[in-house]
């Protein structure tokens, strides 16, 4: 591959990570069809790497690539269409607008990004799909990526991303931020979806680096937006905004020199960013007073890490008495697998591998990499290195990011090697 070409495709995949949201956003608002934004924007970026290859990187690629898949969605459809009397019921006022660089640094509210939410967040949709659909759309996830997150087969993720993309375009749902008194009714899927998308920055679920800053950065944006689209605050807005923060004040901490994982016992906590722990702590406060909801519990998790100095001086006992709650007030397989964790630091880890053996049991998590994960660590304290070492391989197995694989693989060596020595 020519140097040319490698610098094209070093800038379109630079662009795709940090702009993908933003450019679909704006095409599903010129274009009105989320299947023709998507598609056409895919093209675009395969047609840059051609085009920037000879002519370099434009002044504004962002504003290319939406030019460019909206020429491309004007060719399909006059192919598709041969009347000139089609194209003019398919929505003329679009076909002549030019696309300008929007200063997308602005903190104008609201932008194509929040009405892409809040259109996928619609109630007409189940909750399931209003927060796939906008992982797909706004945060660029692969349809496998998307199922992982769910703990589903990829075939059924797949069904449900039609389903509600279909249900959208029949139904009419406008592309617009609601009215303020038709916020709350959304509000619970808009703050999922932007916490999944802040995972996927936090903990990208494949590739090489362990945290993409642009992703969280772009979550805790939204996240923002949404706290001060709606008056007075809601607590769980407010403690999504404080969550996103208190895991975001660890981001430097949490990989090495050579970009290999820093598990939280051992990550050195003055590279913790007290700023962001200083904003969010208040915050925790606030959300706390609005009542014990999910999000509002996991922050208050998350401050009692960032409140301990070192590790040992984590409150763990009032950490589990919180998932105790919040396995009441949502539970499902990860809270209760992130509770057994917790119970592991206050009364051993035996106690705590009969609960993650009896979540095993259901099948819910046997995809889930981070279950064999902790089932391996919970083995590997306990000493039984073989059993521990058939969970750290199958643990391996599932992981798509580099950086955990290199992790998990490296505790599999000290198993294996400790079991040797026995």
Known sequence: MS??????????DAVYRSDWGRIVAALIRLLGDFDLAEETAQEAFTAAI?????????????????????????D???????????????GPSWFNRTVEE?????????????????????????????????????????????????????ATMAQRLVRAKRKIRDAGIPYVVPDTNDMPARLDAVLTVIYLIFNEGYAPTRGGPLVRTDISAEAIRLGRLVRALMTPAPAEAT????????????????????????VLEEQDRTRWNQQQIAEALPLVETALRGGPGPFALQAAIA?????????????????????DVLERVQPSPVVALNRAVAIAMVVGADPALALVDALGAQGDL????????TRADL??????????????????????????????ERRLREVESAGSAA
Not at 119 to 147: F, K, M, N, S, Y
Not at 380 to 408: C, H, K, Q, V
Request: proline letters at 4%; glycine letters at 4%.
């Open 50 to 74: 051609d085009q920037w290859r000879d002519s370099g990187v434009p002044e504004f690629p962002r504003a290319w690539i939406i030019q460019t898949a909206r020429h491309k969605a004007i």
């Open 239 to 262: 403690a999504l905004v404080a969550l996103m923060l208190l895991h975001d004040s660890r981001r430097d901490a949490r990989t090495d020199a050579a970009g290999d994982l820093v």
């Open 3 to 12: 140097q040319g070409v490698q610098d094209a495709a070093a800038a379109v």
């Open 303 to 323: 401050a009692l890490h960032c409140q301990a100095a070192r590790a040992e001086e984590t409150d763990w006992p009032q950490i589990v008495r919180l998932y």
């Open 379 to 408: 083995l590997r304290r306990l000493g039984r290195t073989t059993d521990a070492a058939t969970a750290y391989t199958r643990a391996i197995a599932l992981a798509s990011n580099d950086a955990e694989r290199r992790f998990l």
């Open 102 to 154: 929007p200063d997308y640094d602005t903190s104008e509210i609201p932008d194509d990004r929040l009405r892409l939410i809040f259109t996928c967040c619609h109630p007409a949709l189940a909750l399931d799909a209003q927060v796939a659909l906008t992982l797909r759309t706004l945060g660029g996830l692969e349809t496998d990526e998307i199922a992982r997150a769910f703990l589903v087969p990829p």
């Open 366 to 373: 046997d995809g889930y990499h981070l279950f064999h994960a």
């Open 76 to 90: 399909r459809l006059r192919r598709r269409q041969k009347s000139s009397e089609a194209l003019d019921a398919h």
